[in-house]
T-cell receptor, first 114, second 112 residues
């Protein structure tokens, strides 16, 4: 069965510190991978996506993610976190043979300490 | 503003009632998706429409139905509401298929 696992429910980092949010997926086909961010009371905003090619993907707001097929992972990173990055982050996976359906992980809530 | 408009933003209704949630996709987007977000289930895919036709279906209850109209707006109808239907309902749109959705800000449904 297709699934996405975000092992960390809640992470707290200090402002200026680096960040890595973990995402593991289980998918039979070649996955399309996404990271979204949700601020309180808001919808989800696409940070970045991976379809094929270079396994290191650059996104908005200084985020990047690396696809590692051997580990079935797509971890999100940022070298220096800003207080405004506090939000909930969702990893999602889809496949072209399933239309546009995405399967989302349970999310990781990021808190930023001053 | 993402360009995807959902109305109403909040809805409080009683058990057994029926409600309609509305979504206007971003200009030029042909696909509309509906998702339910709840604390216990997370984000769950409900249904996708592409240019007026149903394209994919998730674990959508039989009490729920949706449609996409010729002007591409979509409505999600929820009937015989139960307490457990209380959730955030998101609409998203895309040009076609995968590529990254644009989400609306959601409708928060509270069933009392």
């Amino acid at each position: 069965a297709q699934s996405v696992t975000q092992p960390d429910i809640h992470i707290t980092v200090s402002e200026g510190a680096s960040l890595e949010l973990r995402c593991n997926y289980s998918y039979g086909a070649t996955p399309y991978l996404f990271w979204y961010v949700q601020s309180p009371g808001q919808g989800l905003q696409l940070l970045l996506k991976y379809f094929s090619g270079d396994t290191l993907v650059q996104g908005i707001k200084g985020f990047e993610a690396e696809f590692k097929r051997s580990q079935s992972s797509f971890n999100l990173r940022k070298p220096s976190v800003h207080w405004s990055d506090a939000a909930e982050y969702f990893c999602a996976v889809g496949a072209n043979n399933q239309g546009g359906k995405l399967i989302f992980g349970q999310g990781t809530e990021l808190s930023v300490k001053p | 503003d993402s360009g995807v408009t959902q109305t109403p933003k909040h809805l409080i209704t009683a058990t057994g009632q029926r409600v309609t949630l509305r979504c206007s996709p971003r200009s030029g987007d042909l696909s509309v998706y509906w998702y339910q977000q709840s604390l216990d289930q997370g984000l769950q895919f409900l249904i996708q429409y592409y240019n007026g036709e149903e394209r994919a279906k998730g674990n959508i209850l039989e009490r729920f139905s949706a449609q996409q109209f010729p002007d591409l707006h979509s409505e999600l109808n929820l009937s015989s509401l139960e307490l457990g239907d209380s959730a955030l309902y998101f609409c998203a749109s895309s040009v076609q298929g995968l590529g990254g959705y644009t989400f609306g800000s959601g409708t928060r449904l509270t069933v009392v």
